[in-house]
């Protein structure tokens, strides 16, 4: 028996020893298969146009091919490796199992073939492992698949700046033989990464938004791609399309460029990059104006067609360059010319380098076709001059002028005199302009020809100084004839210098700051960038606007911002109730470029178009300077106020607006030796102001209708200034507001008929005129005991340690507050009866710490705190579901429509359903969100991210929400009715006390008591009451019906005649 055991056994050994010979050869027999087709494919084939670079305008040589050696991949794992690690390691990168497919821009991939096993390939002795030993087989193998695939799909331009960090230049050991310094290393290292991305990015080049970032781990969900932007701060191109003949305006935003129509100000076509790769200079081809030159930020340039309406494959190549321009001949060829960052300077360069400045360059300017090159930097002057004036080669003499007063801006003029016979040489003229940093000086230099006969220490000659502007200027040009140098900076004046004569023409109250002017070839149309996101084209004879093309005016984020306000960290915008893609935003006069409370204010209401993105109207809401002088006698600039809240009515034909202002601590530092000392003499003189505004058809703008100065007071016992508003909210229903105050107040602000002299007023256009009055003020509890870490008193002056929610129930029945100090022990929320201004209930253990949001949506109470989100079923009086969110300054938007509420940190956004536990959509917008909206009767949200463009996050299958219930039973419904709102609404205004009518009850509630002008409610004569009633003898009585439809008659009445104002 024992011996037939052990023939059985050798029986099988031999079975599997000829099984593992015959798996072996079919393996070897495939391997070979696949090589032999590859190799055969890749000589048949040709290589792609991508791979061989031409000789570019860029200058880059063809890198030749090398036949590199396969590097054995190291195991995945750190521990010992197993022999089976060891074989998956050394198998080329796997393909998917079911659909091995290649790229078609890929001209040199293997052949893929399908295995039925493929972890099985590399592996001795497979059949004779383990069960567990073949799952762990299995399971590398899956995970290198994985890799591979996610490698495959991840976003071209993030994948490039991930590799360009991680790679480290590796100097080889024949360098210090050959004499190669570090910077041409580093140089040689750099051109050979951008020659890898030329290759990476594939024959479409930077055409193709990569979508890939925006893949979100629910399918339910999408996010939109970026749309809008600002203007990049490069001057605008004036050309003409072939195709209609029009005059056209091609300018950028960081992700895409525009071709403007000048006749209809709209745009004709874009040109969206990758994401992740930021545009930063263009220029149109010398000989072929249908092209565009297009420097971007990870150092590659593209060619593109701007005629075309289709995007079709564009020349890529690598050029490292911050700044490209036009018009360069070089042995009869025309080229563009570049400024390429180097280590601690700039470097001209074209074919090839021409000349490196130690110091920075931001522009060049070609003069006839580059017989002198002019380029500037903050601090110098570079002029090159070519050597041979009738040679096109590339041979130049280089002059670096120092300039110690600065440069913010240049132009240049080149001018021919003499050469009219072949004995006379031709003399060329430069005329140069720079602009000052000190004090708005423009230095006229007619001739600079002259610093290449100089010796020694080079100068520019003396110049003629112009001066009118009070700031440093920011751009300035030559007109087309020469005669006239248009320049403009902070005073919105566009001033035109008439050069012989030194007259000055003025354009003023362009309402921004002027940042960019370009002149037309022809010399008959200017274009204007300003510091509102908006190019303005003026014509040259009239300097009347023909065309105007404005972007969001967003205020972008101040680098070093010492601004602590939570104000200024959020954008101040709410939507259209009837137009839910009219956005209403809160925008400063220019872009602010420094971090102070001057620049950062924002006075302006911008309306915009969200879909067609088309700026509408721009309107001032409080006082600004943008058009006076902004410096004050101490240097100062003086501040406008500040608009940090904003909200519109349900049928929109009303808008509400907070606008703060303080004065400057330099003016206030006398009367205090410290900081808080000035701090508190700014909060006794700071101004805040409520103010309702009516929409004037007639004019298309907002009309003042009421102003309420401190509308709040102040916390504590301090009793000078204003105290600030911390919450503005808009009824959903009617018209009326909300407010929440630092003196932990609610005020309910409604409108009312104007009169005088009991006559209703009525303006222009015989509408009724309306004033806005405080209808209730309910002063809320405390939050309980102090803590026992805190100390016993609330600073007055520290605002971040008072905080207040306040929020409206979807039918306006319930008011939602909360107001917490830093010394409360407990959290209070009050649900407020809001006709009647009664504090129905208060709830402490909805949430743990102090509250940021507050919000309704349907029968949920929706909390927010700085780390966790809660939601409180009302009908239940029980918590749902706690969220825990980042930290950071956070935003909620409730979406009735398709019941779900957002909450947004920083770029990050998070979409919830109440009833679930999960989220359903959580993605990054890679960019801060300065404001969620929601539109009303529209499904998802829109995102207004800080480098003003607008993204939409919206649900493709969500289901339609509940219908609220039209019935309501004493359980079920603790809050008011619709129809009981209305009724109470009514009786406020006809209760009657005793046969005359009477204003009504001063409120139990503390605080300042706001007094109506007169009282509007019908009063009843007894003589008119005398008249139904006393008619003789009882028999002679009328019905009762008939006694009863007078009196009701007689008190429903209107109770005014109407006259006019």
Known sequence: MARTKEEKAASKKRKADDEMVETSKKRRT????????????????????????????????????????????????????????????????????????????????DVAIEIKEPWRVGIKNFDTKTKQQKNHIQKKWRKRVKRAKQAASASTGNALQKRDAKRQIRPSKGDAAKGITQTSRQAKHRLNLLVQDVRALGPRGLSAVANANDKQQSSAWSLSSSAGGRFINHDPIFAKDTATGDAVLIAATPHEFLVLSIETSLP??????????????????????????????????????????????????????????????????????????????????????LYVSA????????????????????????????KEVDSNAANYVWVEIPMKTGVTCMDARITHTGGTSKKDKRHAKVRLALGGKSQGEIYMYDDITSVFAQQGQVSLPAPRILHW?????????????????????????????????????????????????????????????????????????????????????????????????????????????????????????????????????????????????????????????????????????????????IAISHDGQWLATVDEWMPPPSDVAFLSDSADGVLEERLKRREVYLKIWRWDEAQSL????????????????????????????????????????????????????????????????????????????????????????????????????????????????????????????????HLIDASTGDIKATKSGIVNGSLEHLGFLDRYLIAVTQQMVY????????????????????????????????????????????????AVYKGDCKKRVAATLVGKSSKGYRLLLEDATVRTLAPSGAALRRALPTTTTA??????????????????????????????????????????????????????????????????LPPVRDMFEAVVRLYGRRPIVQAAA
């Open 30 to 109: 495939n391997l070979d298969d696949t090589a032999e087709s590859s190799t055969k494919k890749a000589r048949l084939e040709p290589e792609s146009p991508i791979v061989q670079l031409p000789h570019t305008p860029g200058g880059t040589v063809p890198e030749k091919k090398e036949k590199k050696k396969k590097r054995k991949s190291q195991p995945v794992e750190a521990d010992e490796p197993m022999e089976e690690d060891k074989a998956l390691a050394e198998q080329p990168p796997p393909e998917p199992e079911s659909k091995p497919a290649a790229s078609p821009d890929a001209k040199d991939v």
């Open 268 to 353: 004709l076509r874009t040109f969206p990059l990758k994401r992740g790769i930021s545009i930063r200079s263009f220029c149109l081809d010398p000989t072929d104006s249908e092209n565009l030159h297009i420097v971007c930020d990870n150092g590659l340039s593209v060619v593109w067609r701007w005629t075309e309406t289709e995007l079709r494959h564009q020349a890529l190549f690598p050029s490292d360059a911050q700044f490209v321009t036009g018009g360069l001949a070089v042995d009869q060829k025309h080229l563009v010319m570049y400024l390429r960052d180097t280590e601690g300077g700039t470097a001209i360069w074209t074919e090839e380098e």
């Open 359 to 386: 110091a920075r360059l931001n522009g060049i300017k070609i003069l006839s076709e580059g017989e002198y090159i002019v380029a500037h930097g903050p601090e110098s002057v570079v002029v090159g001059k070519r």
């Open 469 to 645: 502007h009070r700031e440093a200027v920011s751009a300035m040009k030559f007109s087309l004839d020469g005669s006239y140098l248009i320049s403009g900076g902070k005073e919105t004046v566009l001033v035109l210098w008439q050069l012989e004569t030194g007259k000055k023409h003025f354009l003023p109250h362009l309402t921004s700051e002027i940042e960019r002017i370009v002149v037309s070839p022809e010399g008959d149309r200017y274009a204007v960038q300003m510091g509102d996101n908006s190019i303005m084209v003026l014509s040259t004879s009239e300097l009347k606007p023909v065309a105007n093309f404005a972007g969001l005016q967003l205020a972008c984020p101040v680098l070093n911002n010492e601004l602590t306000s939570r104000d200024y960290k959020l954008a101040t915008t709410v939507l259209h109730p009837h137009n839910s893609d009219q956005l209403l935003i809160a925008v400063p006069a220019t872009q602010p470029k420094t971090a102070s409370e001057a620049a950062e204010a924002r006075p302006f209401l911008q309306t915009y178009d969200l879909r067609a993105a088309r700026h509408i109207t721009r309107q001032a809401l409080t006082r600004n300077n943008i058009t006076d002088f902004t410096i004050g006698p101490e240097g100062t600039a003086v501040a406008p106020p500040n608009l940090v809240r």
């Open 702 to 829: 907002w009309t003042l209708s009421t102003r309420v100065d401190a509308p709040h007071a102040r916390a504590g016992k301090q009793t000078q200034g204003a105290g600030k508003v911390f919450v503005l909210v808009s009824d959903p229903v009617s018209a009326g507001f909300a407010t929440v105050g630092e003196d932990g107040r609610v005020r309910i602000w409604k409108s009312k008929t104007r009169v005088r002299h009991s006559l209703a007023m009525t303006g222009g256009d015989g509408v009724e005129l309306k004033e806005w009055v405080c209808r209730r003020t309910i002063e809320l509890p405390k939050g309980g005991d102090e803590r026992a870490d805190s100390p016993s008193e609330v600073v007055n002056n520290d605002q971040e340690s008072l905080k207040a929610c306040l929020a409206y129930s979807e039918d306006a029945s319930l008011l939602a507050a909360s107001f917490t100090t830093s010394t409360d022990a407990t959290t209070l929320v």
């Open 871 to 918: 939601t409180w079923d009302l009908v239940t009086d029980h918590g749902v579901h706690r969220h825990l969110i980042s930290e950071g300054v956070s935003q909620l938007s409730i979406n009735s429509t398709d019941s779900t509420f957002a909450i947004v940190v920083g770029s990050e956004i998070t979409v919830y359903q109440p009833a679930e536990s999960q």
């Open 971 to 1036: 359980e079920d419904a603790p809050l008011a009715t619709l129809p009981a709102i209305e009724e109470a609404e009514r009786a406020v205004d006809v209760e009657m006390t005793g046969m005359l009518a009477l204003p009504p009850a001063e409120s139990t509630t503390r605080g300042p008591v706001f007094e109506e002008a007169e009282d509007d409610r019908p009063v009843v004569r007894p003589e008119q009451l005398a008249s139904i009633f006393d008619v003789g003898q009882s028999f002679a």
